[in-house]
Structure formats: structure tokens, C-alpha cells
């Protein structure tokens, strides 16, 4: 099992930044790539940004690249989302997700939330215009 708990949302306005963390805590958090995700009211989670087991690789939705940074430190089992530019759109519930990684060193690129074993219960941004 791994628990994770998401802090870091709030109200920022348009143009403000953000940095999300995820705490985790359970089996070895090394052996498990990481990713954020969001849901907006009526709309469906999506990936937003996703890190490998080591922390070399990354992926970035098309929407936050160039603003979104994922990072993770291993020793501390947390992973980060700094969110930089925010934009009304942003607003939702984001969400921290850890799955297997075994022997696979790489990102998983544009993953379905159902690939992800463990979530955490989020943590709500909002961005006003």
C-alpha cells in the first residue's frame, strides 16, 4: 500500500503560481512513478504532468508545458507540482497518483488515470480572473 496527501492548493489569481506537494508514505516510494492529475466540475481527470521512478524523466500535458514543473525528491518521498502563469482554466481538483514501475526507468506519457494503483484524495486550486 502507499498513502499519499496532496497540500499546496488555494485561490491564486490569474498569472500567480502555485507548488503542489504530495507526501508518501507506505512501500518503497522509489519503485513507483509518480504523476499529477486534475478534474474539473463536469469534466474528466486528466493527466497533467507525470515523473519517472528516478526523477530524470518527464511529461508534460500540452497545456502546461512551459509553465508546470514536476520534480521529485526520493529522500523526502515527495513529489512537487510547481504551476507557474495560472490561468482561470486551471481551476480544479488535482490529484497525486503513484503506479508500479518495476524495472521500467522511463515516464509513462499520457497515461489513463485507471494505470495509476494509488491516489491521493487531492487538493482544490483556483485560479480567479
Known amino acids: 500500500q502507499v498513502q499519499l496527501v496532496e497540500s499546496g492548493g488555494g485561490l491564486v489569481q490569474t498569472g500567480g503560481s502555485l507548488r503542489l506537494s504530495c507526501a508518501a508514505s507506505?512501500?518503497?516510494?522509489?519503485?513507483?512513478?509518480m504523476g499529477w492529475f486534475r478534474q474539473a466540475p463536469g469534466k474528466e481527470r486528466e493527466s497533467v504532468a507525470a515523473?519517472?521512478?528516478?526523477?530524470?524523466?518527464?511529461y508534460y500535458a500540452d497545456s502546461v508545458k512551459g509553465r508546470f514543473t514536476i520534480s521529485r525528491g526520493n529522500t523526502k518521498s515527495t513529489v512537487y507540482l510547481q504551476m507557474n502563469s495560472l490561468k482561470p482554466k486551471n481551476t480544479a481538483v488535482y490529484y497525486c497518483?503513484?503506479?508500479?514501475?518495476?524495472?521500467?526507468?522511463?515516464?509513462?506519457?499520457?497515461?489513463?488515470?485507471?494505470?495509476?494503483?494509488?491516489w491521493g484524495k487531492g487538493t482544490q486550486v483556483t485560479v480567479s480572473s
Open positions: 515523473v519517472s521512478r528516478s526523477g530524470t524523466s518527464t
Open positions: 497518483a503513484a503506479r508500479w514501475s518495476g524495472n521500467y526507468g522511463g515516464v509513462y506519457y499520457r497515461s489513463a488515470p485507471v494505470e495509476y494503483q494509488y
Open positions: 507506505g512501500r518503497t516510494f522509489s519503485s513507483y512513478a
